[in-house]
């Protein structure tokens, strides 16, 4: 019957599948218990040998399911039958006769499994045993004893595949495995490559299961000496079979491998990643990077990083979406199983970083290493994150570093974050702190290219991850809010309002820690309150009213602010309240039956109440209305208000506007003024006598006559018409009347040509006769006349009617003129604060304000470095104007006779100038950039007028020289401030007056992309410009045989022409050095952009943006005939250098950019007047130019040798006042300049020399010496400069520069000397012996600054005399390591001045303090009388024979 059931092991494993597992439950039971079972049991009674062997050491064997018993320890047993098999008289043979008992007793799978299960121990009549309570199994034990051991294996190996198709039992019993349990472990295998070789039959024949339990089970059976035997046999099996991919990298990774068989396993399993179950992909992961050794760390980790594919382990966007909709349990357990991998194999990342150094080092190394955006991956970014989280060999800091860097320069983009988060959101919710510290980090960053990428990062951490991380997020953001810190807090504002636009319901949950950012405003900028207030009136008020329970607050906060009397507080509270009054009153969109639905009754109160409350708080303070005004302006042209709103704002508007500030013309004016009123600046025909006119004298009379008188209660109570609010309260009428008329100021166009009551303007030019009141107050009558005018341009700027352009033109003469008549009245009243125009800033308390000493603060900049135009330049205005005086009524010019306006002028530049108006820019209205449109008028300059344009002035309308001037300053200061990144500064302690977005208020609410926008629209308008400057001097050049002060050129006009120039060109370079170009979303933006270039010279076609940039460097290039000066000339080079980095190569460019910069450092630069150029400006001009040369040439170093070794002999050879006949900019005063640029740019070109290899060929040893000697050679001619040019400030530059040199030529110089002395013994020679007079030198002046004792100086000589010591250690090293050691000898060397001469203070003082030690390289034949007189140690090196030619001995002393 045992026999059947061995011929058919199938039908075994089918019929008795139950019986089997319940008699191994039922054996496991009794095991456990450590008692027989009560009832009786049935003992083997067959007499063979092996169970008389066993029942005689101590074990019984029992039939069915009772286990074995055993009455000694294991051990004994072993021992036991051990001896009885070998002293028996068949021995060897009983040894057979016992395995056949053993086979014959296990036929029986019963028995088999009691066999296979440990023994219990036997207990007798109760009495405890001396046995322990756990036994091996019977068949471990006979494992145990080696002349057995081999029999006994292939036994139960042969017995292993009856069971293999029996699976797992119930109680979780697998008989097969149970088997392979018995092998593991053993104290020693007689026979380990046998066993080997079986096991390995029996896994390429096994089902998967039991293949999975041998190859795990190997490193536990086998000896160490066959884990690389079973290493290759595994590794060529992991090639066929997939299945078997964990447990074999399971098994290799405890077994004992050999480096190279690991390298070569770890190979193998590299290739087959790419078709590794998901399920197993973390198992390789780990395997691999557990595997690496320090040498080859860095290339597995690159290798596993481009092979991993996070990517595929999810689904795309679309397949999620429409199983999302028909999601089954198995697609969500699928989606499970792919998450928990990806998070597998993040752990086992993150303990291979966490244990391995070298694996947190090559992950950096890897992603750095990257340097194409598309290369990039999801695994990067995840990576990254470990790295910060676990902080492993302070793997923090390099996380932040490359992240950083990868996004500075656009390599890692916020579509690859966005990936990151929608596919493994849940995976990254576990590194979340390290998430926010990275966030927290970029949005804190100086950098403004890393910014936006963190405040990305948090926007997609509140709306991927759960509610923990929302209310962790808003809490980081209003702690960025509350740091004071401008970049940081204008981000997180941006972002908060964005989630609130984005999630208003998510966001109303941390409404009150928003709310809490009120605390901290006393640091926060207006517009920055604004975006709070909008932010949090949103939440509060909004659509859905998600944060209502803020309400209250809210309306506490801004009536507490409103009723304070300190000016900062109630500004905040007019900001705020017209902000709550846009939530409130905000017309909200319903569907198509918008108009149909009111504003509710309750809320339309709540809103009347609200503006009344603001405007009854202000009336009493005239900068309070005029800032209440402005915001609700801001508030109309930036939001849709409900029309019941709308019209309750603007119903009283334009009444009371007439009743304040306008007058008829026909009524007389009476009053007493200090100066007689007069209707000026009227553009309308003389024939209408219903006009009407601006009420500006009178009422600053009155007001100035209000402040001065102490106002009883009665009058106090009453509203106050101030001439402040004249321009915010027009700007709120012009913008009501657009919003009401869509666009249309028919109503109020009037105001545009309408005269004003102020006084003749011809008492500017007795102002030194005035009192000081008298001065003030008409320097507040011009204040707020251009104001008025800047305001009207506001308005009337964008019509299209040619009569309206005309007027609006005419505003812009009024303004340039005005501006010069301002200018000398400045001048003659000190201490004068003129009133506020900006009412939102700090500014508005006047009292800060201290402006700047008259005549020198005109050549400075303005704090955001916009150059200002000189003051006899703004007279030139008043003869733009008073080119259209025959056809514009402008009645100011026509009452000022020409000749009179002359003598004037003479008299005026002989007594005083006008002050620059840079200082107060502050107090002037801000112009929106609608006004710039006026650009896209045509050029009309002095040079092409004749008779007949004279008559055609009226039909076509043309900018002025001045009024083109005064739009490119704006546009200037616009682009700079909205387009120009500057590094994010810390506040300081003690917070100052900031002043730099003053009078940008309009500015800051649009973004820097719209800026962008507009200015490429007006690119066509402004090339139109530069190419009339280019004509213009084009023409000039020609008339006057090339050159630019002939006898009839117009001095003023051609100051004009050439700031506009300047003025073009610094727009165009501010424009492309915006860093948003780089964005991926702004590329189209700078192909148009370039586009508008290249067609100037090309004509409309389709191109590539590499030929668009060398179509738009072309038609830059063509400017550079007719610069007028060298500030123009640089602005150019620079905007050309910007252009050429648009494109992929800009290393094509430089050639033709170092050309022009030549020709421009090579041209001889006057001024108008016929005078040399100089000063500091075209002294820091020539320095850039100078440097922008020096880097786009081909070879700095022969192009540094050029201007030392021939262009300043050509100086030195002129006389005194002379210049360079070949480089004209090159003179006795801009000599500094030179030279300073020289070292600097020779000092670079040395760091950039490729340091020196052994394994370099001669040819490359060759060139780096022949560079090095060039570069040495220069170095020497430099130094030697000072003899000739000993100032202090040359002096110390070669101090600075010759200590940087010397340092990189110990570093990168002196490695090479070390490979090729012996192949190029004569010219290490002479490089070093030129280097010596070098040295010498230094020490020269080394010994100068100390006998001057010029602390400028000496601060530089202990370090210089460091590297000198080192350099002289350095040589004699080289020559030992060449052999050449008895070359090297150390003399002593004078000390002496810049001439040469010997120092005689240090014999006459005896002072050991005063004597310097220095080293330096001299020839041998150093006469023995000199070295015992001198006293510093000297060394010297020769050649390798040891002798030297006496000719070729050299002193610079001389």
Not at 230 to 244: C, H, P, V
Not at 1392 to 1409: F, P, T
């Amino acid at each position: 019957m045992m026999r059947k059931k061995r011929r058919s092991s199938v039908d075994k494993v089918v019929e008795g599948a139950n019986t089997t597992t319940n008699s191994i439950t039922k054996a496991k039971k009794s095991r456990t218990t450590g008692r027989p079972p009560k009832e009786s049991v049935p003992v083997d009674t067959n007499q063979s040998v092996f169970t008389k062997f066993l029942r005689e050491a101590g074990v019984t064997v029992k039939r069915g399911a009772t286990s074995n018993e055993i009455a000694v320890d294991q051990v004994v047993f072993q021992k036991r039958i051990e001896q009885q098999l070998r002293k028996n008289p068949n021995y060897p043979g009983i040894i057979q006769e016992f395995i056949t008992g053993l086979e014959s007793h296990i036929e029986d799978p019963d028995n088999f499994r009691n066999c296979l299960l440990p023994c219990v121990p036997q207990l007798s009549d109760g009495d405890g045993s001396s046995v322990s309570s756990f036994q091996e199994s019977l068949l471990r034990m006979v494992l145990g004893i080696d002349i057995l051991q081999t029999s006994t294996i292939n036994t139960l190996l042969e017995k292993l595949p009856e069971f293999m198709l029996d699976g797992t039992g119930d109680a979780g019993v697998s008989v097969p495995r149970i088997i392979i349990n018995q092998l593991k472990w053993l104290d020693r295998v007689v026979d380990s490559k046998e066993l080997a070789a079986k096991l390995m039959e029996l896994v390429s024949v096994a089902p998967v299961d039991v293949q999975r339990d041998i190859i795990t089970s190997l490193p536990e059976i086998l000896e160490d000496s066959q884990h690389n035997d079973i290493a290759r046999e595994l590794n060529s099996l992991l090639q066929t079979n997939t299945q078997l991919t964990v447990p074999i990298l399971d098994a290799l990774s405890s077994l004992n491998l050999s480096s190279s068989l690991l390298t070569e396993v770890r190979g193998a399993v590299m290739t087959t990643l790419a078709a590794v179950q998901l399920e197993d992909l973390p198992v390789v992961v780990k395997f691999i990077l557990h595997s690496v050794s320090v040498s080859d760390a860095c290339e597995v980790v690159n290798h596993l990083r481009k092979k991993l594919e996070l990517e595929q382990c999810v689904l795309p966007p679309v397949l999620q979406l429409s199983q999302s909709r028909t999601r089954s349990d198995g697609a969500a357990a699928v989606a499970s199983t792919a998450g928990s991998s990806v998070a597998l194999i993040l752990d086992g990342i993150k303990s291979a970083v966490r244990f391995q150094k070298t694996i947190s080092e090559a992950w950096l190394k890897a992603i750095d290493s990257v340097d194409e955006s598309e290369n990039h991956k999801v695994i990067d970014l995840l990576v990254l994150f470990i790295l910060h989280s676990t902080n492993a060999n302070q793997s923090r800091r390099g996380a932040e570093r490359v992240l950083k860097s990868k996004v500075r320069t656009g390599l890692i983009q916020e579509a690859l974050l966005q990936k990151t988060f929608r596919d493994h959101s849940q995976v990254m919710r576990g590194y979340f702190p390290s998430i926010l510290a990275l966030t927290q980090c970029l949005l804190r960053s100086p950098d403004p290219c890393v910014v936006p990428f963190g405040g990305h990062m948090y926007q997609l951490s509140f709306t991927e991850f759960d509610s923990y991380c929302q209310q962790e997020v808003v809490g980081s953001l209003v702690t960025h809010v509350c740091s004071g810190v401008g970049g940081e807090v204008d981000m997180a504002l941006e972002l908060l309002c964005g989630l609130v636009t984005e999630k208003p319901s998510e966001m109303a949950l941390y409404a009150v820690f928003v709310k809490g950012i009120l605390d901290y405003m006393d640091n926060l900028t207006p517009q920055q309150i604004r975006r709070l207030f909008h932010l949090l009136s949103r939440l509060a008020f909004g659509q859905q009213q998600q944060g209502s329970h803020i309400q209250d607050d809210m309306h506490i906060v801004i009536r507490k602010q409103l009723s304070s009397t300190v000016p900062k507080y109630k500004r905040i509270g007019i900001i705020g309240a017209v902000m709550i009054v846009g939530s409130m009153g905000a017309l909200k969109p319903k569907g198509k039956e918008v108009k149909d639905q009111p504003l509710p009754q309750e809320t339309f109160r709540q809103v009347t109440a609200l503006l009344e409350l603001v405007r009854s708080s202000s009336d009493s303070s005239p900068e309070a209305a005029a800032l209440y005004y402005d915001e609700l302006a801001n508030l109309i042209l930036s939001s849709t208000l409900d029309p019941q709103v709308q019209e309750n704002i603007a119903k009283s508007v334009l009444d009371d506007f007439q009743d304040d500030f306008v007058v008829d013309l026909g009524k007389e004016i009476t009053g007493s003024f200090p100066f007689p009123a007069r209707l000026m600046y009227n553009l309308e025909e003389e024939e209408s006598q219903e006009g009407i006119a601006i009420n500006l004298l009178p009422l600053l009379a009155k007001d100035i006559h209000n402040n001065r008188e102490q106002l009883s209660q009665t009058k106090r109570a009453n509203k106050r018409v101030s001439p402040l609010c004249l321009s915010p309260f027009f700007r709120l009428l012009r913008l009501c009347e657009e919003k009401q008329h869509n666009g249309d100021l028919e109503e109020i166009d009037a105001l545009l040509g309408c005269p004003l009551v102020i006084t003749g303007l011809d008492v500017v030019e007795k102002i030194n006769s005035l009192s000081k009141a008298e001065r003030e107050f008409l320097c507040n009558l011009l204040f707020f006349t251009i104001n008025w005018f800047r305001e009207v341009i506001n308005a009337f700027c964008r019509l299209k009617e040619t009569e309206m352009k005309m007027k609006v033109m005419t505003r812009l003469q009024n303004i340039t003129y005005l501006q010069t008549l301002l200018e000398r009245a400045l001048a003659g009243t000190s201490g004068y604060v003129p009133p506020v125009a900006n009412f939102d800033g700090e500014t508005s308390d006047a009292a800060t304000f201290t402006p700047t000493a008259a005549p020198g603060n005109k050549a400075k900049k303005d704090g955001t470095g916009k150059k200002k135009r000189k003051a006899p330049s703004k007279s030139s205005s008043e003869n733009s104007s008073l080119l259209e005086e025959p056809t514009e009524a402008n009645e100011t010019q026509q009452e000022q006779p020409e000749k009179e306006k002359e003598k004037e002028k003479e008299k005026e530049k002989e007594t005083w100038q006008g002050v620059s108006l840079v200082s107060y820019r502050q107090f002037f209205r801000e112009l929106d950039m609608e006004v710039l449109s006026v650009l896209q008028c045509g050029l009309l300059s002095r040079s092409l007028l004749d008779s007949e344009l004279q008559t055609k002035v009226q039909e076509e309308v043309l900018l002025g020289p001045a009024e083109l001037v005064f739009l490119l300053e704006d546009m200037l200061r616009k682009v700079e401030f909205s387009l120009t990144s500057a590094p994010v500064k810390r506040m300081p302690f003690f917070k100052t007056r900031t002043d730099k977005s003053v009078g940008f208020s309009h500015l800051q609410q649009r973004s820097a992309k719209d800026i962008a926008a507009c200015c490429v629209e007006l690119l066509p308008a402004l090339c139109s410009h530069l190419e009339n400057c280019h004509n213009h001097f084009q023409t000039l050049l020609s008339e006057n045989n090339g050159v630019v002060d002939g006898p009839a050129t117009d001095v003023q006009e051609q100051q004009l022409m050439s700031s506009c120039y300047q003025l073009l060109l610094q727009v165009l370079n501010t424009t492309f050095s915006w860093s948003g170009f780089s964005l991926p979303g702004q590329r189209g933006l700078l192909k148009k952009a370039l586009g508008v270039l290249a067609e100037r010279l090309k004509g409309r076609s389709e191109l590539t943006l590499e030929q668009l940039v060398k179509h738009s460097f072309e038609y830059l290039l063509n400017f550079g005939s007719t610069m007028p000066s060298l500030s123009t000339a640089l602005c150019l080079s620079q905007l050309l250098s910007t252009v050429s980095q648009k494109g992929g190569n800009p290393s094509a460019y430089r050639e033709q950019t170092a050309s022009l910069a030549k020709r421009f450092l090579s041209q001889d630069w006057v001024t108008a007047s016929g005078e040399k150029e100089r000063g500091t400006k075209f002294n820091e001009a020539l320095h850039t130019l100078l440097r922008i040369y020096l880097d786009n040439v081909d070879d700095v170093l022969k192009a540094v040798e050029e201007i030392a070794g021939e262009r300043i002999p050509e100086l030195l050879n002129a006389s005194k006042n002379e210049s360079s006949p070949t480089w004209p900019t090159l003179n006795r005063q801009t000599f500094l300049v030179f030279y300073k640029v020289m070292m600097g740019e020779l000092e670079k070109a040395a760091r950039k020399i490729p340091a020196s290899k052994i394994s370099d060929d001669t040819e490359a040893q060759s060139e780096k010496l022949l560079t090095w000697n060039l570069a040495v050679r220069d170095f020497h001619v430099l130094v030697n400069l000072v003899k000739v040019f000993d100032s202090r400030p040359v002096l110390n530059v070669c101090l600075k520069y010759g200590r940087l040199f010397l340092e990189s030529f110990l570093k990168l110089g002196m490695p090479l000397l070390d490979h090729s002395f012996k192949r190029h013994k004569e010219d290490v020679q002479s490089l070093l012996k030129t280097f010596q007079l070098s040295t010498r030198q230094l020490h020269h002046m080394c010994g100068y600054s100390k006998i001057h004792q010029d602390t400028s100086l000496t601060n530089h000589v202990p370090a210089l005399k460091k590297s000198l010591e080192l350099f002289v250690y350095r040589v004699k090293a080289t020559l030992t390591l060449n052999n050449c050691q008895e070359a090297f000898w150390i003399g002593n060397l004078k000390n002496r001045n810049l001439k040469g001469e010997e120092i005689l203070s240090q014999r006459s003082q005896g002072s050991d303090d005063d004597e310097e030690e220095e080293r330096s390289v001299l020839p041998q034949e150093m006469s023995e009388d000199e070295g015992q007189e001198s006293n510093s140690e000297e060394p010297m090196v020769i050649n390798g024979e040891g002798n030297v030619a006496e000719e070729d001995i050299t002193d610079d002393s001389e």
